[in-house]
């Protein structure tokens, strides 16, 4: 089992640590050889060493990252050194997932390891950009300053997915409420006006006929039809998310839908900009920045731009701006202001400026393509609601004119 202590050295200053032990007192005994006084034993549980991979633990969320690196970035600059800012921040979070991060860290550190090293293994929480900026700044020596260019930029991260999620709130009610709505009628409603017409000698028109013949086959197999309508929505949803060819297939639908394209491209370059500028004022080398950014944008087209740039262009002894200037994936905008700022030796300024540029950029671009799929859904909502009010108000006529 593992352990989490706080104790006292003979001078008075306080360290804490974690150890591996079968009991409390075990801990105790160790403590007392070491000369250390006990101030508090907490058990971490019966979790493994990488406690983050153990099945219970917690996710870490955007906003631990985000106080994590804001609360170091914090400490080193006022001078507490690293080993102290974690100790505080152990004592601090009770949040057991980070807590473990914590001290895995600090664990590592005592043994000669890079700050880096834990972050790397942990892929599904911190991505290689977050790793490869801490890197750089061990290396550089201005580990504050990344810190807090990564907890802005986890910030802008965070807002941006936070504005577009909520833009997405209102069109995703509406299509949840109008497939209630429509399965209510054709599977319970429809079926039981069908039964009436069709235990008469009416004859209603075709259109009726196949819209009770739905109704009447939805009726009968509602059984398997919502368990079958579900598991099709969510196996969609992991084949699309989560494999490779699904995110090509969804990729190559969405870039052929212009307004969808526009958005998509333009979150792309915003995520070019501030990814790039956060690595190279990290101190990374230009080419290693743009293999990085590359595999970061989420953009197909974009990252074979940047890979190009990289391998065929910089590394092959082109300025950055020759390089851009070859590629004709980027506006013009973006190649004209990174040769401004290459001459002027402040590309990192400038990436953050035209970041902060596309941000705006992209909430135009949500207003508009909201401002086309609203309508579009209410008159596709108004027409099939349409047609299955003409489906019974018809034979109702009928049937009046017959009496």
């Known amino acids: 089992m593992k352990f989490h202590y706080t104790a006292s050295q003979p001078n008075g200053r306080m360290v804490d640590g974690s150890m591996e032990a079968e009991a409390a007192s075990e801990v105790l005994a160790r403590l007392a ?33 985000v106080f994590i690196t804001k609360y170091l ?20 979070f009770d949040k057991q997932s980070v807590k473990l991060l914590l001290i895995e860290i600090k664990d590592s550190l005592a043994k000669g390891q890079p700050l880096y090293s834990t972050f790397a293994q942990y892929p599904k929480y911190f991505s290689p950009v977050f790793i490869n900026m801490i890197k750089a700044g061990e290396a550089s020596g201005n580990l504050d300053k990344v810190f807090e260019d990564l907890s802005v930029s986890l910030e802008k991260q965070e807002s941006l997915r936070k504005k577009i999620k909520g833009a997405l709130i209102y069109p995703t009610i509406l299509i949840s409420l109008a497939l209630v709505i429509m399965f209510v009628l054709v599977s319970f409603a429809i079926p039981r006006i069908a039964e009436i017409f069709t235990s008469t000698s009416l004859k209603p028109p075709l259109f009726s006929r196949l819209v009770f013949t739905i109704g009447l086959f939805a009726g009968r197999n509602s059984y398997w039809i919502i368990p079958g309508t579900i598991s099709s929505i969510i196996g ?25 394209n526009q958005v998509i491209f333009r979150i792309a370059i915003q995520r070019f900009a501030s990814t790039l500028a956060s690595l190279l004022r990290a101190g990374m080398p230009i080419i290693n920045s743009l293999e990085i950014t590359a595999e970061a944008v989420g953009f197909p087209e974009l990252r074979a731009a940047l890979l190009r740039i990289s391998r065929e262009g910089i590394t092959k002894g082109l300025t950055i701006c020759e390089a851009f200037q070859r590629e004709k994936f980027f506006p013009r905008v973006v190649v004209n202001l990174i040769s401004v700022s290459e001459k002027a030796g402040h590309i990192d300024q400038v990436l953050d400026t035209l970041a902060e540029f596309y941000e705006v950029e992209i909430e135009a671009s949500i207003k508009t393509l909201l401002a086309l799929i609203e309508p579009i859904l209410l008159v596709f909502i108004g027409l099939i609601v349409g ?6 108000i018809v034979p109702i006529y009928q049937l009046v004119g017959q009496v």
């Open 33 to 65: 050889s070491q000369g250390l006084k006990p101030i508090s034993i907490k058990s971490l549980g019966n979790v493994e060493s990488k406690g983050l991979r153990s099945i219970f633990a917690q996710e870490i969320t955007m906003e631990d990252k």
């Open 73 to 92: 970035a914090l400490m080193l600059k006022v001078g507490t050194d690293l080993f102290r800012a974690i100790d505080i921040l152990v004592a601090d």
């Open 236 to 260: 969609a949803w992991a084949f699309f998310r989560r494999t490779e060819l699904g995110r090509k297939y969804l990729d190559r639908i969405l870039n052929r839908t212009m307004v969808i």
């Open 387 to 392: 047609v299955i009010a003409l489906s019974i």
